[in-house]
């Protein structure tokens, strides 16, 4: 089974801290990007995060200097530290792995179920 699985997912407080997680196959973490979604009621999947197998980020201005993307390559586990989270971070949050290649970008991915997390005080 190649599907990434969430976990980590719950109710925080603003101005606390959340910390997701998404194992992977490791026949795919060795060279995929990791990345977060997030698709909040009403609205369009976006992006949170990504980062390479090289260790590369890349982060929505939205989340910029809050979140962390990182990567455990011996775990084959890629996380998402949330700090100071705001209600409008409230979503459901996916893993991705997705193939470096441009050709093969987006077309042979694979997608977690999500995880729900819930920001409120």
């Known amino acids: 089974q190649v599907q990434p699985v969430e976990s980590g997912g719950g109710l925080v407080q603003p101005g606390g801290s959340l910390r997701l997680s998404c194992a992977a196959s490791g026949s795919i973490f060795r060279i995929y990007t990791m990345g977060w979604y997030r698709q909040a009621p009403g609205k369009q999947r976006e992006l949170v995060a990504t980062?390479?197998?090289?260790?590369?980020?890349n982060y929505a201005d939205s989340v910029k200097g809050r979140f962390t993307i990182s990567r455990d390559n011996a775990k084959n586990t890629a996380y998402l530290q949330m700090n100071s989270p705001k209600p409008e971070d409230t979503a459901v949050y996916y893993c991705?792995?997705?193939?470096?290649?441009?050709?093969?970008?987006?077309?042979?991915?694979?997608w977690g179920q999500g995880t729900q997390v819930t920001v409120s005080s």
């Open positions: 980062i390479t197998s090289g260790g590369s980020t």
């Open positions: 991705n792995a997705d193939h470096p290649s441009p050709r093969l970008r987006g077309k042979g991915d694979y």
